[in-house]
């Protein structure tokens, strides 16, 4: 039955080839469209038979190994992004849906497959989010890719949705939620769909304005003065004692040098100087 299907296929183009491969865009008599892959490196070969689902029609020929993904209709994310001008949180959603269809391929594809294929040209939005064309670019191919970098590829192409042609207003950058994934990304955090989605879900629907930031950083300057407060306190009390020495200190060093018969009566009693009577006397 399957290879009544693969001779039953009309090729419409040629998406991508290299010497690992290449991938075809192919039409069946019902109108149907399947991208069908070659791959004919063996090592590629058994990595991706040893991955795929019963369901995914394959065959091996003349030493090719052909397989049938279905192919995805919808726009192509920049035009999604042309068109639509699609707010933080419609990003957000739409990127929540691309990684249930992840979830949904998960231990039926390998992982190189994603690996090859997470790059923003191979996005489309069908009308209710985002999902892969499995159009990889077999050259990249080496063996042993994990599902961690599939992860990790996948945050790459979430990240350019969410700020692709993105308008961040007033303060110009996108928000911390967003700024945390490129980093965990950075830093090879993701090492499973659960995290990503966690940290996609807390994206918020549009960026903070400038009065909800100048109270969330009064806010964070509250904190951390409470937290300081006790070292606060300590660091007074202790001003305020060195400054009580230092005023002893210099009390005690101005009575040292006082003259000890000098008499502190009034030198003057109005044009008569006293002082003036004491030496004549």
Not at 4 to 23: I, P, W, Y
Not at 98 to 111: K, M, S, T
Not at 165 to 170: F, K, T
Not at 172 to 180: D, H, I, K, N, W
Request: glycine share 8%; with cysteine.
């Amino acid at each position: 039955m399957q290879r009544a299907l693969f001779d039953s296929l009309h090729t419409l183009r040629l998406e991508r080839e290299s010497k690992n491969g290449c991938v075809e865009l192919c039409r069946a008599p019902d109108g149907t469209r399947w991208a069908k892959l070659r791959l004919t490196v063996p090592a590629c070969q058994c990595e991706c038979l040893a991955a795929l689902g019963e369901n995914v029609p394959v065959r091996l020929e003349n030493g090719v190994l052909e397989l049938l993904l279905p192919w995805r209709e919808g726009l192509p994310l920049r035009q999604w992004l042309h068109d639509e001008n699609p707010t933080l949180g419609q990003r957000r959603d739409a990127c929540l849906a691309l990684l249930e269809q992840q979830l949904e391929l998960r231990g039926r594809l390998p992982f190189c497959l994603t690996i090859l294929a997470a790059a923003p040209e191979n996005l489309v939005n069908s009308g209710t989010g985002l999902l892969l064309q499995y159009v990889p670019d077999l050259w990249e191919w080496e063996p042993g890719m994990t599902e961690a970098q599939a992860v990790c590829a996948l945050a790459d192409v979430i990240y350019e949705v969410l700020v692709a042609e993105a308008d961040w207003g007033p303060r110009g950058q996108p928000p911390a939620e967003v700024r945390l994934l490129r980093l965990r990304r950075s830093q090879g955090g993701y090492t499973g769909w659960g995290q990503l989605q966690r940290d996609l879900s807390a994206v918020p629907d549009a960026p903070p304005r400038v009065g909800a930031i100048v109270r969330s950083g009064a806010r964070r300057v509250r904190d951390r003065l409470y937290r300081m407060e006790p070292f606060l306190l300590r660091a007074l009390a202790a001003l305020l004692f060195a400054a009580a020495l230092l005023s002893l200190a210099m009390a005690y060093r101005w009575r040292a040098g006082e003259e000890p018969n000098a008499w502190p009566g009034m030198p003057q009693v109005g044009d008569q100087d006293l002082r003036d009577g004491e030496d004549s006397g």
